[in-house]
């Protein structure tokens, strides 16, 4: 009896996890790729449901999850998730702004633009003051050409240009493309270190950003630390769903009041759907 009562729960619980559908925001620490949190939260899920993410006999009961911007794994913060039918609405998530807080450190510059990479250049920095560094903000802000770093999602012949410059293999600079910058703002200026509040568009290098910046102040710089604070409309503050919430019961919560602030529904003839390992959002930062 015992046991059918057990079966009947993890049945239910089955059968509400495939009935969720929808973007609902999660909170990536800083460490873990996006693709290791869908990973971590989908096991989690299947775990909670009693099932296996591996070995299924049907290909219906695959649990469709994806995300809607790669956020690197030096940084933290908003990573919107979509489950089920969901997984078609990611697209409009890479095109809808996002915010940053940045913390750069002039002086200094590594080959993977981030706190990740290893060291390639020195320079002197203290020429610059704090009206040098607002004088030139102008510059990157509104619509902009940018060049994307070597170490990015961005792919050539189906692979990563970062996983083809981990290999040794010989890369050349993606050309500059078009991407837009609402608001850049400094928050923070205690040299080598000064603090950014970037709000962009899709597409967007904040690494390649502070390099630039460096650059343009006859010196270099990287990023130190990176957060996304805002994805769409969802924050980090107040929508981030965190690891602790990461259960079935969770999830519905958090898509319930996502809809709050996306009501639309998928539309047929969306964007085809992606699985957890894909990635959904190649071209963007962070």
């Known amino acids: 009896m015992a046991g059918g009562v057990l079966g009947d729960c993890s049945a239910g619980k089955a059968a509400k996890l495939f009935s969720l559908s929808g973007l609902f925001p999660v909170y990536k620490p800083k ?3 996006s693709a290791d949190v869908l990973n971590r939260l989908k096991e989690r899920l299947l775990a909670e449901a009693g099932m296996k993410q591996h070995g299924m006999k049907r290909k219906k009961q695959v649990l469709k999850i994806g995300h809607g911007g790669t956020l690197d794994s030096a940084a933290s913060g908003v990573l919107v998730v979509g489950i089920g039918k969901g997984t078609k609405m990611l697209s409009r998530m890479l095109t809808g702004s996002k915010r940053y807080t940045a913390v750069g ?7 993977t633009l981030d706190a990740m990479g290893k060291i390639t250049e020195e320079k002197p920095y203290g020429h610059i003051t704090k009206a ?6 102008q510059k990157f802000t509104g619509n902009i050409l940018q060049v994307p770093p070597l170490y990015s999602a961005l792919k050539k012949g189906g692979q990563r240009l970062s ?4 290999k040794g293999k010989v890369v050349d600079a993606k050309p500059a ?9 400094i928050t923070a200026f205690q040299p080598p270190l000064f603090t950014l509040d970037v709000e962009c568009g899709g597409g967007f290098y904040v690494r390649s950003l502070v390099s630039d910046i460096g650059r343009e102040l006859s010196s270099c710089a990287y990023v ?5 604070t805002k994805q769409g409309p969802f924050t980090l503050k107040d929508h981030a769903l965190r690891e602790e919430c990461w259960t079935i019961d969770g999830v519905s919560q958090a898509l319930e009041d996502s ?5 639309v529904e998928p539309e047929d003839g969306a964007p085809k759907d992606h699985e957890a390992n894909q990635d959904v959002a190649s071209s963007d930062e962070e």
């Open 163 to 166: 996983s083809l410059v981990m």
């Open 31 to 33: 460490g873990p790729t």
């Open 224 to 228: 130190k630390e990176l957060t996304r």
């Open 132 to 137: 040098d560094l607002e004088g030139i903000l």
């Open 259 to 263: 809809m709050q602030l996306l009501p």
């Open 105 to 111: 450190e002039l002086g200094k510059v590594t080959d």
């Open 177 to 185: 493309r078009p991407v837009k910058v609402y608001g850049l703002w």
